[in-house]
């Protein structure tokens, strides 16, 4: 096969926010391997006490490259080895009613570059593929929050908004937050050996007296 013709390398890694959460580690897409793992960090207040966490073992994904998603059989997205599951929860315990919200941020940048000789001979000019064949939905369960979503250089969606806090009561809410290239049906070599990185952040906000 020609370098030319091949789809490349993404690599994925979730990192914790300074000031709420996760952090799941290290994926790769196109022809490759994943790893994630996990790191959790807390807010706390007088009144609100919120955390962010990962939702699970850390996981190892190989093989990865381009998919399409299916959106008529679920389980097949879920079987699907080129389809990084990000499972995450919100738990908290506060004194007070209140909402909380869940930001998405992401930093990527295309390779622009070249194939060098460690990958294979002759520098080749990578042509093909862009960031917002990168995608990515959100679910609570079997319920579609997010559909597909395409991801931006640098960008911030927020994900999850007024989210109910009750009162001294135990608050468990769990997610999945599903990534994966998308299958252009053309060459997507720009996608080769970039860093991608998102981070979730997470606040809580006391609701008005």
Known sequence: MEREDMKGRVTLT????ATLLVALAGATFAYFSATSTTTTQQVTTSNLNLNVAANGDATHVTNIKPTTWDESVMENNISNEDVVQIPFKVTGTSSIDGT???DLETVISLNAGTVVENQGGEAVELKGGDVSDIKY???DGDEEII???A???TTKHQI???KPIIANQQLIDT???YVYVKDSGDDQNKLQDIDFTITLNGKATQNAQ
């Open 14 to 17: 979730v990192i914790g926010a």
């Open 100 to 102: 909380y919200a869940v």
């Open 137 to 139: 939905r959100l679910y």
């Open 147 to 149: 559909g597909e979503t």
């Open 151 to 153: 991801f931006e250089a």
């Open 160 to 162: 999850l908004k007024d």
């Open 175 to 177: 997610y999945v937050l």
